[in-house]
């Protein structure tokens, strides 16, 4: 199975900036796509972004789009999240995914990592 793990969660203020990477281990060529998701409390898990594994198709959920950038480094096997100009919203769990296809369906991705908190202060 593909392992996970994301890291680089932290307190921020609004406006400011970070980055979150997802670090893959196992057999990842099957599951080449990453995603990261977000849940807030009392919220439904929610698509934020998602990259190939040449990185030359990204998607992004509208309300990140042009803040955030999703990338990767194959020879590290790691995926990252620049996270610019954050707003309060933004505060959630950020989840990394493995999956087939680039998709905006959690149930697209076969596997998930623990997750790491991002809070926004105002």
């Known amino acids: 199975q593909v392992q996970l793990e994301e890291s680089g969660g932290g307190l921020v203020q609004a406006g400011g900036s970070l980055r979150l990477s997802c670090a893959a281990s196992?057999?990842?060529?099957?599951?080449?796509?990453r995603g990261w998701f977000r849940q807030a409390p009392g919220k439904e898990r929610e698509f934020v972004a998602a990259?190939?594994?040449?990185?030359?198709?990204?998607n992004y959920a509208d309300s990140v789009k042009g803040r955030f950038a999703i990338s990767r480094d194959n020879a590290k096997n790691t995926a990252y999240l620049q996270m610019n100009s954050l707003k309060p919203e933004d505060t959630a769990v950020y989840y990394c995914?493995?999956?087939?296809?680039?998709?905006?369906?959690?149930?697209?991705?076969?596997?998930w990592g623990q997750g790491t908190q991002v809070t926004v202060s105002s």
């Open positions: 990259i190939s594994w040449s990185g030359s198709t990204t």
């Open positions: 196992g057999p990842t060529s099957s599951n080449p796509v």
């Open positions: 995914a493995a999956g087939r296809i680039i998709a905006t369906r959690a149930g697209n991705f076969d596997f």
